[in-house]
């Protein structure tokens, strides 16, 4: 099963509003990435979301740009501090169901930590750099034991394909 790790968009700072929703560069950032998504096809079976109103917010975004907008799930266990393993148990489980994907949007570093106990086996390495609103594709390696990155979609990678579509 391929898993799409998306780290939530930009939000505003506390400061500003505690609820912390996207600003409105982080909404322009995440409709150009998911805008690349859907060229490429990409279609998980799925997209979670952490209960936090950013991750929420990015999630919809992406959903809407895939035509996923009834896939979309909220899940405890993905916030900024929950631990990887649970999660990876959960995503074992869910291969076994015979999904093709499925789309995590969450927070670091959590997200880190589940790239890196997915790809290594080890969370604490950090293998995987994210940015806000980037997308990282992990695909099962040939012994189907751990994962490895097979594609990122960040903002300016966006940006360089829109230029090129136009």
């Known amino acids: ?18 609820a912390r929703p996207l600003s409105d560069e982080g909404k322009a ?3 150009k990435v998911a805008a690349l998504a859907a060229r490429l096809k990409i279609k ?4 979670f979301h952490s209960e936090k109103l950013r991750a929420k917010q990015t999630a919809e975004i992406l959903a809407r740009n895939l035509g996923l907008s009834d896939k979309l ?3 405890k266990g993905l916030g900024p501090l929950d631990p990887a393993a649970p999660v990876a148990g959960w995503l074992k489980e869910e291969t076994a169901k015979g999904l093709a994907g ?19 086996e ?11 609103g980037a997308i990282v594709k992990l695909v099962p390696r ?3 034991a751990r994962y490895m990155v097979q594609l990122v979609i960040t903002k300016q990678l966006a940006e360089q394909a829109e230029t090129g579509a136009r």
Do not use: C, W
Request: glycine letters at 4%; zero cysteines.
């Open 1 to 18: 099963m391929d898993i799409y790790l998306i780290q939530h968009a930009e939000s505003v700072p506390e400061k500003e509003d505690p």
């Open 29 to 31: 950032t995440m409709e």
């Open 44 to 47: 998980p079976d799925f997209i």
């Open 73 to 75: 799930r909220e899940r």
């Open 102 to 120: 499925l789309a995590i949007v969450g927070h670091l570093p959590f997200l880190d930590r589940l790239a890196s106990l997915l790809i290594t």
């Open 122 to 132: 080890n969370e604490s390495l950090g293998v995987v750099s994210f940015q806000n």
């Open 142 to 144: 040939p012994d189907r």
